[in-house]
């Protein structure tokens, strides 16, 4: 009888412990589909930062040979897009819903509405800020370097069309590739200040100056990024024309009116103060709108980082 039981026992424990075993797996592959849209992402981001800043040094090293003027354009700004034709290869499955909303596409009338006037307040806060570096300019030195457009060899028009072309090359990768990519495991005032302190850091030489201009240089790059992260977080259509219009007219500014060729410390501190003045309301809007609805782009890019 005590043999007996003992092959009950063990009978009975048998199926237990393969039940058990079945149960750990089915959890250990739970986990492994938690922890993997994170390692996907990891991988993407890092994928893209380290093609972003070898393709512009590259582009840059080029830039000679090619006799044209930075001025006109310069050519580290096609870096980022360099780096999102790369994690297009490697994550083809992903890149479509990564890069929504980056060209024009047809919009309900309500949404239209809402949109136009997010991009009419985005393209009106370049002009906001170079008027604060204008005026804090005048305040500081008593004069401003405005640089007139026949000072260039080249047509004016040429020079806006290449601004536009390399803001275009910039902003595909920072705020319609990276911006979405790090929404999905940020806020947008987080995610939008991350992508702002890497596009600063990106101007490799600028850290060269002295701190005072890096510092005013990387507190303009968060303090803009900030501004685009969150107008773009609501707008669902020509993404990519909306923040390199805003970067051109910002790149003009500097150009024409505030003398980024002298790379002068001042300037470059006026610019960060003003980027930031300019940045505020919109922080304090996304603090009052935080518990509404997310943005459909980050709902549709947020399932599964693959």
């Known amino acids: 009888m005590p ?3 003992q092959g009950q ?36 981001a890092g994928v893209f930062l380290a093609v972003a800043f070898a393709a512009a040094g590259m582009c840059g090293a080029l830039q000679p040979a090619t006799g044209i003027p930075p001025e006109v354009v ?35 009338r309500g ?58 090359a910039e902003e595909i990768g920072w705020r319609c590739y990276l911006q979405p990519l790090l929404r999905t495991r940020f806020g947008p005032v987080a995610a939008s200040a991350l992508v702002g302190v890497v596009w600063g850091l990106w101007h490799v ?8 201009f890096a510092a005013g240089f990387l507190l303009a790059t968060t303090a803009m990024s900030v501004i685009l992260g969150l107008a773009l977080e609501g707008v669902r259509s020509n993404r990519l024309l909306l923040a390199g219009g805003f970067h051109t007219l910002i790149n003009l500014g500097m150009l024409y009116v505030t003398d980024e060729t002298a790379a002068a410390t001042a300037p470059m501190l006026i610019l960060g103060a003003a980027s930031l003045a300019a940045a505020v309301p919109w922080i304090a809007a996304a603090r009052r709108t935080a518990h509404t609805a997310p943005d459909e782009i980050i709902v549709a890019t947020a399932s599964g980082a693959r």
């Open 111 to 168: 949404r239209a509405g809402a949109a136009a006037g997010r991009r009419t307040a985005l393209l009106l806060i370049p002009v906001l800020i170079i008027a604060l570096c204008a005026g804090g300019g005048l305040l500081t030195a008593g004069s401003l370097p405005v640089t007139a457009p026949r000072a260039f060899a080249h047509p004016l028009a040429l020079v806006v069309a290449a601004q536009l072309l390399g803001a275009c």
């Open 9 to 44: 026992g063990q009978g009975q424990g048998q199926p237990q412990g393969r039940g058990q075993a079945h149960e750990q797996a089915h959890e250990q592959g739970r986990m492994r589909t938690r922890r993997a849209p994170g390692t996907a992402w990891a991988a993407q």
């Open 3 to 5: 043999e007996q039981g």
């Open 205 to 212: 030489p600028v850290l060269a100056q002295e701190p005072a």
């Open 74 to 108: 310069q050519l580290t700004q096609f870096g980022p897009a360099v780096a999102v034709a790369a994690v297009a290869l490697l994550w083809p499955g992903r890149i479509r819903q990564r890069l929504a909303g980056t060209l024009p596409t047809l919009l309900t």
